[in-house]
């Protein structure tokens, strides 16, 4: 028996909803009406090794298909700006558009608490799959979605408009908000920032809300909803969500030389460099060194900083560890000292971070912004 679309997304959207008991569950009925398979093209890339190898739809069969695409998962539309319809074999690099799994874009807009009437920028259309999502429960006339890659705007829209949606639709730097002057009463982004770009306060009504996460180059982000005072500050707690969005193709880091160790400034350390195996942890490194890469190398880390060439790594030494340290910042050692720091907080988990936001000054803080914090590269 042929597989059945319908049937396939009810069954998700009760997957989903049973995994997220707090859904509301206009989400839920959003994701049983909206066809996902209008939205994801007729080949995507499959992560294998440690490349990306291209899968028909011709390849695989209609019922395989289908369930693949009603399975909870991302699929991977185009590598570095390759789109898959043009890719013929196997090829390396990073993701930079997908459709992204239901369940994310279900709960982002969750924490959003987004409600009917109020005008909506998503920034960040893809396929379109999260722009049908929210026209089906806000509405279209209130929905604006923009998007930076021209191919992708303009076949999110063909996307949209088969599936009976007809939001307002931009292509552009979705960074610098869309349209001057604009009134939203919330801003969703389908992509992490490194800081919160300045055209989405203005672009904010007082009282209106900023929902994204919050990301960098150690590839570990916090899920937070801010909202603006009339004072132009904003202000959020980060949720307890491990999740994240591909980072918006401006915040990317540039293209990384090869990497060649340093022996440099040798101390101990005092902290084991597994710590950096915990998501919390690496959200404390990636904030206190905010333009540095973290690699790993079977027996320790690596911390490369992209905007000075600075490096640090660890190795085993007798029953501790020591670190080697070049270049201008002792990358190691800030670090370190906001683990630490981390530590006497408790180990905190994410929702106990929160953020105070201005264009000018953003500052990621623990338990209260009098608490331990860091500064955002804004």
């Given at each position: 028996?042929?597989?059945?679309?319908?049937?396939?997304?009810?069954?998700?959207?009760?997957?989903i909803?049973?995994?997220d008991?707090?859904?509301?569950?206009?989400?839920?009925?959003?994701?049983?009406a909206?066809?996902r398979?209008?939205f994801?093209?007729?080949?995507?890339?499959?992560?294998?090794?440690s490349?990306?190898?291209?899968?028909?739809?011709t390849?695989?069969?209609?019922?395989?298909?289908l369930?693949?695409?009603?399975?909870?998962?991302?699929w991977?539309?185009?590598?570095?700006?390759?789109d898959?319809?043009?890719?013929e074999?196997?090829?390396?690099?990073?993701?930079?558009?997908s459709?992204?799994?239901?369940?994310?874009?279900a709960?982002?807009?969750?924490?959003?608490e987004?409600?009917?009437?109020?005008?909506?920028?998503?920034?960040?259309?893809?396929?379109?799959?999260?722009?049908?999502?929210?026209?089906?429960?806000l509405?279209?006339?209130?929905?604006?979605?923009?998007?930076?890659?021209?191919?992708?705007?303009?076949?999110?829209?063909?996307?949209?408009h088969?599936?009976?949606?007809h939001?307002?639709?931009?292509?552009?730097?979705?960074?610098?908000?869309?349209?001057?002057?604009?009134?939203?009463?919330?801003?969703?982004?389908?992509?992490?920032?490194?800081?919160?770009?300045?055209?989405?306060?203005?672009?904010?009504?007082?009282g209106?809300?900023?929902?994204?996460?919050v990301?960098?180059?150690?590839?570990?982000?916090?899920?937070i909803?801010?909202?603006?005072?009339?004072?132009?500050t904003?202000h959020?707690?980060?949720?307890?969500?491990?999740?994240?969005?591909?980072l918006a193709?401006?915040?990317?880091?540039?293209?990384?030389?090869?990497?060649f160790?340093?022996?440099?400034?040798?101390?101990?350390?005092?902290?084991?460099?597994?710590?950096?195996?915990?998501?919390?942890?690496?959200?404390v490194?990636?904030?206190?060194a905010?333009?540095?890469?973290?690699?790993?190398?079977?027996?320790?880390?690596?911390?490369?900083?992209?905007?000075?060439?600075?490096?640090?790594?660890t190795?085993p030494?007798?029953?501790?560890?020591?670190a080697?340290?070049?270049g201008?910042?002792?990358l190691?050692?800030?670090?370190?000292?906001?683990?630490?720091?981390?530590?006497?907080?408790?180990?905190?988990?994410?929702?106990?971070?929160?953020?105070?936001?201005?264009?000018e000054?953003?500052?990621?803080?623990?338990?209260?912004?009098?608490?331990?914090?860091?500064?955002?590269?804004?």
């Amino acid at each position: 028996m042929p597989a059945d679309p319908a049937a396939l997304r009810l069954a998700l959207a009760d997957d989903i909803a049973s995994g997220d008991p707090t859904l509301d569950p206009s989400w839920r009925d959003a994701v049983a009406a909206v066809p996902r398979e209008l939205f994801v093209p007729d080949a995507v890339f499959r992560h294998v090794d440690s490349g990306w190898t291209p899968v028909h739809r011709t390849e695989i069969g209609d019922d395989d298909w289908l369930t693949m695409v009603y399975s909870d998962s991302t699929w991977v539309t185009q590598v570095d700006g390759q789109d898959v319809a043009d890719t013929e074999g196997p090829i390396t690099g990073s993701p930079t558009s997908s459709a992204t799994l239901p369940s994310l874009v279900a709960r982002t807009a969750q924490v959003a608490e987004l409600r009917p009437g109020q005008r909506v920028l998503e920034v960040g259309t893809g396929t379109g799959y999260s722009t049908a999502l929210l026209c089906h429960v806000l509405g279209d006339k209130n929905i604006v979605s923009i998007e930076y890659d021209t191919g992708l705007a303009t076949a999110a829209a063909a996307h949209l408009h088969a599936a009976g949606y007809h939001p307002t639709l931009a292509v552009g730097d979705g960074l610098r908000g869309c349209g001057e002057p604009a009134d939203y009463d919330a801003i969703i982004a389908t992509c992490s920032v490194r800081h919160i770009p300045p055209h989405w306060f203005w672009q904010l009504n007082d009282g209106g809300s900023l929902t994204t996460t919050v990301c960098g180059w150690m590839q570990v982000a916090g899920l937070i909803r801010l909202v603006l005072d009339d004072e132009g500050t904003a202000h959020g707690r980060f949720t307890a969500d491990k999740i994240t969005y591909m980072l918006a193709r401006p915040h990317e880091r540039p293209p990384s030389p090869l990497f060649f160790k340093i022996d440099g400034i040798t101390s101990p350390t005092r902290l084991d460099p597994a710590l950096l195996e915990w998501w919390e942890a690496r959200f404390v490194a990636q904030l206190a060194a905010p333009s540095a890469e973290l690699m790993g190398t079977g027996s320790g880390v690596i911390l490369r900083d992209v905007a000075t060439g600075s490096q640090a790594w660890t190795e085993p030494k007798g029953a501790g560890w020591i670190a080697h340290q070049h270049g201008p910042l002792r990358l190691w050692d800030q670090v370190e000292d906001a683990l630490l720091e981390w530590q006497r907080a408790g180990a905190a988990d994410l929702t106990e971070f929160g953020m105070t936001a201005t264009p000018e000054s953003q500052t990621v803080w623990i338990g209260s912004p009098r608490g331990p914090s860091w500064q955002l590269p804004v």
